[in-house]
């Protein structure tokens, strides 16, 4: 048997642009269901990182407080090691307006739990885990809901009709697929593993510092209780540090961070270590009649900056500013069409302008890092910059604490 349901907007995927959409159109009084196919949040190796435009974003929907409460370390500044063993301050967080002069590193689970629980003060709203969407249904050319199935094995299959259904599926998204739209692929010369380290009383956790040591990249990310860390090497290298073994890799780490010298036995072994295969792409067209993909679903972005998370925040505030009026006025189906063409022309633009950002990053520091040019310390011109033009740091905090076009919460959401 096949149960069926149905509401208004259906949202696959509970990350954080699905969630927050859910919360943004639950509090306009639109019916809602976001689907999540885990159980829980609770999953390693996500993105940590809050940057300014999110953390304004939960103060003007009354989250602020609460959020601030939630288990975080703080982020001041972006420093680049040099040759001399000095670090040039390369952006400044602290030039930018309290509050929003820093990046939070916030657990991904805790954000989304808080979400959540904001989410299920409004009526309209409903969460359902453990559930996997297997497709899409479609009348007439019209995407008209999602096929869903517990991921568990268990349990009946289920048909959720919907006036509109929103990939946030991710970067592997079923429904993207399902719907026949392919993303346009832009070469990345990286892949990152992931892996975690006890945090030591007295750690510095304030500066988020990359470390070069002949061709091995490595960047920590501060928690409350530990530190977690990405070890970046050349697209394809997975099985070679795994056959070089944990020893290998313990040493990479001490080489290029001493001061974890003490502390990498805590990587048992290779099975401690996860390979995030990196990718970076974008939709040519984010929607079909009925369906609309925002986030990795429409633009996959690469760990270089951190910024992935919070434009698929930017992406799911746009989307739900600019949807809640026409379902206002009634529209469903094929005749959101405008609306849906329009939220990708207002999300393109910062999309394609942080990847290709993040395109000059692999350039200029990756694949020159990975030739072992970076002996000699970062790019000049960079360099020149941060030092000699100090305003310049200020620039380039803002780029990464707010990014282009950040979107600010519609006033029927504020709290």
Partial sequence: MVTVSRTTVAVVGGGPAGVVLGLLLAR?????????????????????????????????????????????????????PMPDGSRLLLGGFSRLAPPYDHVAMVPQWDLLDLLVT????????????????????????????????????????????????????????????????????????????????????GDAASALTPAFSDRDVLLSFPRPEYHQVAYFAPKGSDAALRAAGVTAFRARVARLRPDFADRVDAIASMDDVHVLDVRMDRLRRWWRPGLLCIGDAAHAMSPAGGVGINLAVQDAVATATILVPALRRGLRGGALDRVLAAVQRRRTPPAALVQAAQAVLHRVVFERAFAGHLRDGPPLLPVLLARWVPPVRGVYARGIAFGPLPEHAPEWARR
């Fill in 28 to 80: 306009a009084g639109v019916e809602v269901r976001v689907l999540e196919r885990h159980d829980d949040f609770n999953r390693d190796f996500r993105g940590d990182t809050v940057h300014a435009s999110t953390i304004r974003l939960l103060d003007e929907l009354g989250l602020g407080a609460p959020f601030r409460a939630l288990p975080q370390s703080r982020l001041d500044d972006f420093s680049l």
């Fill in 118 to 201: 904001a989410a299920r003060q409004e009526p309209s709203f409903r969460i359902s885990t453990g559930l996997a969407a297997t497709g899409l249904i479609e009348e007439n050319g019209v995407v008209t809901g999602v096929h869903l199935r517990p991921r568990d094995g268990t349990g009946e299959p289920e048909e959720l009709r919907a006036d509109v259904v929103i990939a946030c599926d991710g970067r592997n998204s079923v429904l993207r697929r399902a719907a026949g739209l392919v993303p346009r692929a832009f070469r990345v010369p990286f892949d990152t593993w992931w892996c975690r380290l006890p945090r030591h009383p």
